[in-house]
């Protein structure tokens, strides 16, 4: 009997997933169990985006990660068409510095994972609940982790070091970089979308409602412009980027606010949405005529004009760039303010090209640069859930 692989990326409120037949063709479903805590609701679409899954649970109704999982599988046969689930793989956030590979789940591991949550409070409880709530609902079925930090550990030494005491550094007080297997499925893409970017110097744009920027040399990473967490780096939907840390012992002395208050400024109402003071959505921000908004936008470009600077002077030199992830695929004028920015390092735009991209699939591309650029640009779908589930069918499968 032909087998099926199952993706689960999970959230505090939500549980997105995939499911693949084995040999990783085009995907039967994929959706996502929203709301968990208050008003939860199952949405699933077919390849084509016809919704052929949903069912809403009463409001005010909260679900375990453990009870939708349980749901989802029972939910998930009519859709095996008869095949056989044999494994399931996890997005995990933080592998810490001990896990720069895909690996088997198991309860040491899972321990090892438990003391990372310090480093990653917001993601890294909610992507391990769904593994132990398999464990107990679905006992033999193989479960595999993959790491958003691991594509990162082969960055250099120094990359990784911030100028701390070395004690703390030991410690685990390093830059790891995250978004991870976003470019490393960006990387193996790169042979067919530009050879001479996946040979060379190329820096990809990963801009979501998360977002971070990474500098490839050969399709390795050599530098990420996150470090210890993901709140480091780019301005985001609702989190501020890099910040100067006496910013923070102001906030301590001069506003009284504690650990978790700080916390939530950062990660939940600072970004886009602390400086337009509107939204954390790029499209509404774009259709918006408040003078707030426009100035998130431009401070948004501003950022990533920044840091495009400066993985390139890490890389001496620049062979390509490569916009993914929500925004970077489907925001033109994102896309086209900063390749303007870009013009001194030989990026030439081609406005139409760029102004008339396509809603691209996975396995597709589009060129955005003149023919004449010494910079090539490019649009290119990221596709973290068959990332995942590659590297499922090869730890267990051994294929």
């Known amino acids: 009997m032909s087998q099926a692989i199952v993706v689960f990326n999970a959230g505090s409120s939500s549980l997105k997933f995939s499911l693949f037949p084995v040999d990783l063709s085009e995907p039967w479903l994929h959706g996502q169990i929203d709301g968990l805590q208050s008003k939860p609701r199952l949405k699933a679409h077919a390849p084509d985006g016809v919704e052929v899954l949903q069912h809403a649970w009463p409001p005010g109704q909260a679900l375990a990660h453990?009870?939708?999982?349980?749901?989802?599988?029972?939910?998930?046969?009519?859709?095996?068409?008869?095949?056989?689930?044999?494994?399931?793989?996890?997005?995990?956030?933080?592998?810490?510095?001990?896990?720069?590979?895909?690996v088997k789940l198991d309860d040491s591991v899972l321990a090892e994972l438990d003391a990372l949550v310090?480093?990653?409070?917001?993601?890294?409880?909610?992507?391990?609940?769904?593994?132990?709530?398999?464990?107990?609902?679905?006992?033999?079925?193989?479960?595999?982790?993959?790491?958003?930090?691991?594509?990162h550990a082969?960055?250099?030494p120094l990359h990784q070091r911030f100028a701390l005491p070395r004690e703390l550094h030991e410690a685990g007080v390093r830059r790891y970089g995250f978004h991870g297997l976003s470019y490393e499925y960006i990387a193996s893409r790169l042979p067919e979308?530009?050879?001479r970017?996946?040979?060379?110097?190329?820096?990809?744009?990963?801009?979501?409602?998360?977002?971070?920027?990474c500098a490839m040399q050969g399709g390795r990473s050599v530098a990420s412009s996150m470090g210890f967490?993901?709140?480091?780096?780019?301005m985001m939907g609702t989190r501020c980027g890099s910040l100067d840390a006496g910013v923070l012992l102001w906030l301590m002395d001069e506003?009284?606010?504690?650990?978790?208050?700080?916390?939530?400024?950062?990660?939940?109402?600072?970004g886009l949405l602390g400086v337009s003071g509107e939204s954390p959505d790029m499209r509404t921000l774009l259709a918006s005529e408040r003078a707030e908004a426009r100035e998130a936008v431009d401070l948004y470009v501003h950022r990533i004009t920044r840091e495009l600077g400066a993985m390139a002077a890490v890389l001496g030199g620049l062979d390509a760039v490569v916009f993914t992830a929500g925004i970077g695929e489907r925001a033109a004028p994102i896309r086209e303010a900063v390749c303007r920015q870009a013009a001194w390092l030989g990026l030439m735009l081609d406005e139409p090209a760029n102004r008339d991209a396509p809603f691209l699939q996975d396995g597709q591309h589009w060129g955005i640069s003149t023919a004449g650029s010494a910079v090539s640009a490019w649009v290119v779908p990221t596709d973290e859930e068959r990332m995942i589930a590659r590297h499922t069918r090869r730890l267990v499968l051994g294929s």
């Open 66 to 102: 453990d009870e939708a999982l349980a749901f989802l599988l029972q939910a998930l046969q009519p859709f095996l068409k008869g095949h056989t689930l044999c494994a399931v793989g996890h997005r995990i956030v933080h592998g810490g510095s001990r896990f720069s590979e895909p």
């Open 255 to 270: 506003r009284g606010m504690d650990a978790r208050a700080i916390e939530r400024l950062l990660y939940s109402e600072s």
């Open 118 to 151: 310090p480093l990653a409070p917001l993601h890294q409880p909610h992507n391990l609940s769904p593994v132990r709530a398999l464990q107990r609902v679905a006992p033999g079925l193989p479960q595999v982790g993959c790491f958003d930090t691991a594509f």
């Open 193 to 195: 979308v530009d050879a």
């Open 229 to 234: 967490t993901a709140l480091d780096g780019l």
């Open 197 to 213: 970017a996946a040979k060379g110097r190329t820096v990809v744009l990963h801009l979501g409602n998360g977002a971070s920027m």
């Open 154 to 156: 082969s960055c250099p």
